[in-house]
Nanobody
C-alpha cells in the first residue's frame, strides 16, 4: 500500500505562482513513477506532469514552460511548481503514484483545490 498526502493548493490571481507537495508513505520502494493530474468541474481528469524514478519528466502541452515537477527522494516527496497561472488552471489537483506490487497499481491522493482568479 502507498499513501499520498497533498498540500499547497489555494487561491491565486492570474500570473501568480503556487507549489504543490505530495508526500508518499508505505511501500515506497515499489513506486516507479509519480505525477500530478487535475480535474476541473465538468471535465475529465487529465495528466499534468509525470516524473519517473530516474528523474525524467513529461508535461501536458498546456503547462509546458510554466509548471515544473520535481522530487526529493530523501523526503519521498514530489513537487509541482506552478508559475504564470491562468484561470484555465483552476481544478482539483491529484497526486498519483504508480507502484509495482505483483502488478501495476495506481494510488491517488485526496486532491487539493487550486483556484486562479482573473
Amino acid at each position: 500500500q502507498v499513501q499520498l498526502v497533498e498540500s499547497g493548493g489555494g487561491l491565486v490571481q492570474t500570473g501568480g505562482s503556487l507549489r504543490l507537495s505530495c508526500a508518499a508513505s508505505g511501500s515506497i520502494v515499489s513506486i516507479v513513477r509519480m505525477g500530478w493530474y487535475r480535474q476541473a468541474p465538468g471535465k475529465q481528469r487529465e495528466l499534468v506532469a509525470l516524473i519517473a524514478n530516474g528523474g525524467r519528466a513529461n508535461y501536458a502541452d498546456s503547462v509546458k514552460g510554466r509548471f515544473t515537477i520535481s522530487r526529493d527522494n530523501a523526503k519521498n516527496t514530489v513537487y509541482l511548481q506552478m508559475n504564470s497561472l491562468e484561470p484555465d488552471d483552476t481544478a482539483v489537483y491529484y497526486c498519483n503514484a504508480l507502484a509495482i506490487i505483483s502488478r501495476p497499481i495506481d494510488y491517488w491522493g485526496q486532491g487539493t483545490q487550486v483556484t486562479v482568479s482573473s
